[in-house]
Protein backbone atom coordinates (compact mmCIF):
# COMPACT_ATOMS: atom_id res chain seq x y z
CA UNK A 1 0.00 0.00 0.00
CA UNK A 2 1.37 3.66 -0.91
CA UNK A 3 1.31 5.94 2.13
CA UNK A 4 0.68 9.82 0.99
CA UNK A 5 2.19 12.74 3.71
CA UNK A 6 2.61 16.33 3.51
CA UNK A 7 -0.53 17.49 3.14
CA UNK A 8 -2.02 20.61 5.95
CA UNK A 9 -3.80 23.90 6.13
CA UNK A 10 -2.00 26.93 4.76
CA UNK A 11 -2.70 29.74 3.06
CA UNK A 12 -3.25 31.15 -0.39
CA UNK A 13 0.09 31.72 -2.24
CA UNK A 14 1.80 28.72 0.27
CA UNK A 15 3.89 25.54 -0.90
CA UNK A 16 3.23 22.33 0.45
CA UNK A 17 5.52 19.00 -1.17
CA UNK A 18 3.42 15.93 -0.52
CA UNK A 19 5.25 12.89 -0.72
CA UNK A 20 4.25 9.16 -1.51
CA UNK A 21 6.10 5.83 -0.47
CA UNK A 22 6.12 2.26 0.14
CA UNK A 23 8.07 -0.53 2.10
CA UNK A 24 6.79 -3.02 0.12
CA UNK A 25 8.31 -2.24 -3.27
CA UNK A 26 9.90 -0.50 -5.15
CA UNK A 27 8.52 2.65 -6.86
CA UNK A 28 10.60 3.25 -9.61
CA UNK A 29 9.24 0.72 -11.77
CA UNK A 30 6.11 2.26 -11.19
CA UNK A 31 4.29 5.37 -12.82
CA UNK A 32 2.63 7.07 -10.28
CA UNK A 33 0.08 9.68 -10.29
CA UNK A 34 -1.25 12.09 -8.28
CA UNK A 35 -5.04 12.46 -7.93
CA UNK A 36 -6.98 14.69 -6.13
CA UNK A 37 -10.83 14.68 -4.41
CA UNK A 38 -12.34 18.12 -3.97
CA UNK A 39 -15.31 17.94 -1.11
CA UNK A 40 -18.87 17.74 -3.52
CA UNK A 41 -16.70 16.67 -6.66
CA UNK A 42 -15.54 13.59 -8.77
CA UNK A 43 -11.63 12.51 -8.43
CA UNK A 44 -9.47 13.80 -11.05
CA UNK A 45 -5.76 13.38 -12.13
CA UNK A 46 -3.28 15.90 -11.53
CA UNK A 47 0.32 14.45 -12.27
CA UNK A 48 2.18 11.49 -13.23
CA UNK A 49 5.71 10.19 -13.70
CA UNK A 50 6.97 7.78 -15.72
CA UNK A 51 8.12 4.37 -14.41
CA UNK A 52 10.57 4.66 -17.58
CA UNK A 53 11.87 7.76 -19.32
CA UNK A 54 10.55 9.72 -16.30
CA UNK A 55 8.37 11.64 -18.50
CA UNK A 56 6.08 14.19 -16.34
CA UNK A 57 2.30 15.10 -16.90
CA UNK A 58 0.45 17.98 -15.87
CA UNK A 59 -3.65 18.75 -15.54
CA UNK A 60 -4.20 22.31 -16.45
CA UNK A 61 -5.12 23.46 -13.46
CA UNK A 62 -1.78 23.01 -12.10
CA UNK A 63 0.58 23.18 -14.91
CA UNK A 64 3.14 25.99 -13.99
CA UNK A 65 2.52 25.36 -10.15
CA UNK A 66 3.41 22.01 -9.34
CA UNK A 67 6.62 19.67 -9.84
CA UNK A 68 6.37 15.97 -9.76
CA UNK A 69 9.69 14.07 -8.58
CA UNK A 70 11.45 10.79 -7.79
CA UNK A 71 13.86 10.19 -5.38
CA UNK A 72 14.58 6.45 -5.89
CA UNK A 73 17.32 5.68 -3.09
CA UNK A 74 13.85 6.80 -0.79
CA UNK A 75 11.94 5.34 -2.72
CA UNK A 76 9.16 8.19 -2.65
CA UNK A 77 7.49 10.34 -5.31
CA UNK A 78 7.03 13.83 -4.52
CA UNK A 79 4.43 16.55 -6.00
CA UNK A 80 6.09 19.95 -5.16
CA UNK A 81 2.71 22.55 -5.17
CA UNK A 82 3.45 26.24 -5.52
CA UNK A 83 1.37 29.35 -5.38
CA UNK A 84 -1.09 27.58 -3.68
CA UNK A 85 -4.70 28.03 -4.57
CA UNK A 86 -8.04 27.58 -2.24
CA UNK A 87 -8.87 25.64 -5.57
CA UNK A 88 -6.40 23.25 -4.85
CA UNK A 89 -8.34 22.22 -1.64
CA UNK A 90 -8.71 18.58 -1.93
CA UNK A 91 -7.61 14.77 -0.67
CA UNK A 92 -4.88 14.08 -2.87
CA UNK A 93 -3.95 10.47 -3.80
CA UNK A 94 -1.48 8.36 -5.33
CA UNK A 95 -1.84 5.56 -7.22
CA UNK A 96 0.85 3.02 -8.91
CA UNK A 97 1.08 1.11 -12.43
CA UNK A 98 3.52 -1.01 -13.02
CA UNK A 99 5.99 -0.01 -15.38
CA UNK A 100 3.41 2.45 -16.66
CA UNK A 101 4.43 5.41 -19.20
CA UNK A 102 2.34 7.81 -17.39
CA UNK A 103 -0.32 8.83 -19.88
CA UNK A 104 -3.37 7.69 -18.16
CA UNK A 105 -2.92 10.46 -15.51
CA UNK A 106 -6.30 11.18 -16.77
CA UNK A 107 -8.49 7.74 -15.81
CA UNK A 108 -8.83 6.13 -12.64
CA UNK A 109 -9.03 2.47 -13.59
CA UNK A 110 -6.04 -0.29 -13.76
CA UNK A 111 -3.21 1.46 -10.97
CA UNK A 112 -2.26 -1.41 -8.68
CA UNK A 113 -1.78 0.47 -5.70
CA UNK A 114 -4.01 3.18 -3.88
CA UNK A 115 -3.15 4.79 -0.84
CA UNK A 116 -5.04 6.65 1.41
CA UNK A 117 -4.76 10.40 1.03
CA UNK A 118 -3.34 13.19 2.25
CA UNK A 119 -5.63 16.45 3.15
CA UNK A 120 -4.71 19.42 1.56
CA UNK A 121 -6.46 23.22 2.76
CA UNK A 122 -5.70 26.42 1.59
CA UNK A 123 -7.48 29.07 3.31
CA UNK A 124 -8.18 32.79 1.33
Known amino acids: QLVESGGGLVQSGDSLRLSCTTSQYTLEYYAITWFRQAPGKEREGVSS????????YYADSVKGRATISRDNAKNTVYLQMNSLKPEDTAVYFC????WGDGSRWREEEGYDYWGQGTRVTVSS
Open 49 to 56: IASTDGST
Open 95 to 98: AADL
